[in-house]
């Protein structure tokens, strides 16, 4: 009696064994990819997934968005200038059951696949390009690195280039070169402001050849504006021409010099 009801003490907890192995759950972003005496079969959704024990085989598989950080490539640029890249790229598991079956580790493959087209595709741009055209070398990342691994059920949805790192001697020439290109447009700028200044100076002075009495105000409008500074001296450029200003206080025509008459109408 003994041993019966210890045989049935062991048929139960094997049966308790091979109804847990039986029983699997499936998150909301998790797929259950089956195997069935190594034949693939239906794909198990989230929730309570059924298994045959012995028989059935279930690989997980997370459908969310995965970061991978692509390690850092050294790259020789078009224009053979050395540099060090790092990226990043963001891919999900579109097709669990091609993730699975193409590929034997779909993220190490990604991951092999990303360091591969980041060093063929940048090394083909030149050094500027790769520093001012980052989002046209991004879109081509994508493009490729996508394009390889859609066979495999995965999707690449972004990537992005993170750090480029320059030698040092690199660095200072670009520091040079900019320098260089702000002072050309510095002087380019002084340029345009002299001609511009020196239009509106004939201007200005067609205006007071018609009226040379303009010339005398602006010439003592410029004292006033001298004599209310805290300087102690002035200097007061000579000769100047006041016989339109004496003509207009006295009302009668100056005298010409070496006492000439002045000149009637």
């Known amino acids: 009696m003994e041993a019966l009801i210890t045989l049935v003490v062991i048929l139960g907890f094997i049966l308790v064994a091979l109804l847990g192995s039986s029983v699997r759950i499936l998150r909301e972003y998790e797929r259950g990819v089956v195997f069935r005496l190594g034949r693939l079969v239906n794909l198990k959704e989230p929730g309570l997934a059924l298994l045959i024990p012995v028989v059935d085989r279930m690989v997980r598989v997370d459908l969310r968005i995965v970061t991978l950080n692509v390690p850092a490539q050294d790259i020789i640029t078009r224009d053979n200038v050395p540099v060090r890249v790092t990226a990043v790229a963001y891919f999900r598991v579109l097709d669990a059951n091609r993730a699975i079956v193409e590929v034997e580790n779909f993220l190490a493959a990604t991951t ?12 083909k741009a030149e050094l500027d390009t790769l520093l001012s055209e980052r989002e046209r070398l991004n879109e081509d ?13 995965v999707k690449v949805s972004v990537v992005e280039i993170k750090d480029v790192e320059i030698p040092g001697s690199m660095q200072r020439a670009i520091a040079r070169q900019a320098e260089a290109e702000r002072e050309r447009r510095a002087k380019v700028i002084n340029a345009e402001g002299e001609f511009q200044a020196s239009a509106q100076l004939a201007n200005a002075a067609d205006v007071m050849s018609r009226n040379p009495t ?44 070496d006492g000439e008459p002045p000149d009637e109408a």
């Open 112 to 123: 092999q696949i990303a360091q591969t087209s980041l060093r063929a595709v940048l090394g």
């Open 141 to 153: 990342l994508q493009k490729v690195i996508d394009q390889q691994t859609e066979p495999w059920g």
């Open 214 to 257: 303009a010339l005398q105000l602006r010439y003592l409008q410029t004292l006033v504006e001298i004599g209310g500074t805290s300087k102690s001296s002035v200097v007061i450029p000579l000769p100047i021409d006041i016989k339109p200003l004496l003509e207009q206080v006295t009302g009668h025509p100056a005298a010409q010099p």
